[in-house]
C-alpha cells in the first residue's frame, strides 16, 4: 500500500459549501461571477492584460493555438521534454511541431537550440517551464521579437513562479496555465488562458465561447448573438470555478508550504549528492519558482527504475517524467526533431519526481530521504 502517495490535492475544508452556494445561487455554466471572481484573481497575480478561464491547460493551448492563426506548412519550436498537448494544440491546426533539446540545468527550452531550428516556415516557438522554473525568457524573447514570432508560454505548471520578476504565462504573448488535480492549485480539471496584449481579446472571446459573439452579447454590446468565427467549448463550468476560486485565494499559503517541503528534500538529500549518489535540482537565477516538483537525476535509467521500484515497495509513490514526444509514434507522425536530443533523452531515462504535496511534515522527508539513500546504496 502507498502510505506516502505521489501527489494528493490540497483541499481547505470549504470546498463543498462553496459548490453549495453556486448550486443555490443557480448559475452552473460558464462565464459566470466564480469564473469572474477567478480570472480578476489571476490578472492581479500575474500582472497580464485579461484571462480567460478554461477547462484544462490543453484547452488554453489549443486556443492559443487557434489565435496563432498557424497551419499547415507552418512551424513551431517547441521542447521534446514536455507533455501531449504542447504539441497537440499546433497539430491540430495542421501545424508542425520541431523539437529542440533542453538546457541541462533547467530541463527547459534551450534559446540556442531554438535558435538553430528557425527555418523561412517558424511562425512561434513554445516555452514551457517546467517544474514551474522560468524558461530563460530573455534570450527567447528576443529571439521571437528578432524573427516577428509569436511566444506561446506552456506554464502548466507555473501558477504563482516568476522569472526575473515576471509571472510565468504573463511574459510572452499567450500563456497557459493548469489547474489539473496534480498541479499546485486545482480544481480536478482547469486551466487558464493569459493574453499579454488586448489584440488577442476580441477573438480570444469569440473562440471560447464557440465561435459566436456571446460575450459582447452578455455586456450588453449586441441586441443578439451569433457565429463569427472558429471556435469550441473552452468554457470552465462555474461550479469548477468555484473550487478554483477556493484554492487561489489560498496560494500563498499553498506555495509557501510546497518550498518548505522542496527546501527540506533539498537539504535532507545534499549528502547524497556530495557522495555522487544523485544529482539535485538547480534553480536557475532569477527564478523564483514554485516548488511544483521536486526531481532527482540518477546515474542511469537501470538505477532510476530500480530506485522507483525500492521506494514503490516501502510505500512511496514516486514517477519519472515525460516520454520524450521526439519518441512517442504521435511525435514522429506528426513532428520532426532538429539537433541533438542528448539532455532530453538523459532526462527521460534518469529522472525521478518524489512526492510533494501540502500536508507532508518533515519526517515523511526525512523517511523518503532515508529511503533513497539506502536504496542507492545497495
Ligand atoms: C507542460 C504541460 N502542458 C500541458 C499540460 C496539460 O494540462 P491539463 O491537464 O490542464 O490539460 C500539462 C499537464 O500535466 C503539462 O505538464
Not at 452556494?21 to 466564480?34: D, F, I, M, S, Y
Amino acid at each position: 500500500m502507498t502510505d506516502l502517495p505521489f501527489n494528493r490535492p490540497f483541499r481547505t475544508g470549504a470546498e463543498a459549501a462553496r459548490v453549495a452556494a453556486v448550486l443555490e445561487r443557480g448559475w452552473t455554466g460558464g462565464n459566470g461571477p466564480q469564473s469572474t471572481h477567478c480570472e480578476a484573481l489571476l490578472k492581479a497575480l500575474t500582472q497580464t492584460h485579461r484571462v480567460l478561464l478554461t477547462h484544462s491547460c490543453t484547452g488554453a493551448l489549443e486556443m492559443a493555438a487557434l489565435l496563432t492563426g498557424v497551419g499547415p506548412g507552418d512551424e513551431v519550436i517547441m521542447p521534446s521534454f514536455t507533455f501531449v498537448s504542447t504539441a497537440n494544440a499546433f497539430v491540430l491546426r495542421g501545424a508542425t511541431p520541431v523539437f529542440v533539446d533542453v538546457d541541462p540545468v533547467t530541463l527547459n527550452i534551450d534559446p540556442r537550440r531554438a535558435a538553430a531550428a528557425m527555418t523561412a516556415s517558424t511562425k512561434a516557438i513554445v516555452a514551457v517551464h517546467y517544474g514551474g522554473v522560468g524558461c530563460d525568457m530573455t534570450a527567447l524573447s528576443a529571439l521571437a521579437g528578432d524573427h516577428g514570432l509569436i511566444l506561446v508560454e506552456d506554464a502548466a505548471q507555473g501558477i504563482g513562479a516568476t522569472i526575473d520578476g515576471r509571472a510565468l504565462g504573463a511574459i510572452g504573448d499567450l500563456g497557459a496555465l493548469s489547474f489539473h488535480e496534480t498541479k499546485n492549485v486545482s480544481c480536478g480539471e482547469g486551466g487558464a488562458l493569459l493574453l499579454n496584449d488586448a489584440c488577442w481579446e476580441e477573438r480570444a472571446e469569440i473562440l471560447q465561447e464557440k465561435g459566436t459573439n456571446r460575450s459582447r452579447f452578455s455586456r450588453g454590446e449586441v441586441d443578439h448573438y451569433t457565429w463569427v468565427d472558429l471556435g469550441s467549448s473552452f468554457l470552465m463550468s462555474d461550479v469548477t470555478a468555484a473550487l478554483l476560486a477556493e484554492q487561489l485565494e489560498c496560494l500563498a499559503e499553498i506555495t509557501a508550504a510546497r518550498l518548505e517541503i522542496w527546501d527540506a528534500y533539498h537539504a535532507a538529500l545534499e549528502p547524497f549528492e556530495h557522495a555522487g549518489l544523485l544529482q539535485r535540482p538547480a534553480i536557475a537565477p532569477g527564478a523564483r519558482h514554485n516548488a511544483h516538483l521536486y526531481r532527482l537525476m540518477l546515474r542511469d535509467r537501470g538505477t532510476r527504475d530500480g530506485l522507483i521500484k525500492a521506494l514503490a515497495a516501502e510505500g512511496i509513490g514516486a514517477y519519472f517524467h515525460y516520454v520524450p514526444l521526439h519518441s512517442a509514434p504521435g511525435g514522429q507522425r506528426f513532428g520532426r526533431v532538429h539537433g541533438p536530443m542528448d539532455v532530453t533523452d538523459a532526462a527521460a531515462g534518469r529522472l525521478v519526481r518524489l512526492p510533494l504535496w501540502v500536508g507532508m511534515t518533515g519526517g515523511d522527508v526525512a523517511r523518503i530521504a532515508d529511503a533513497v539513500g539506502r536504496a542507492l546504496r545497495g
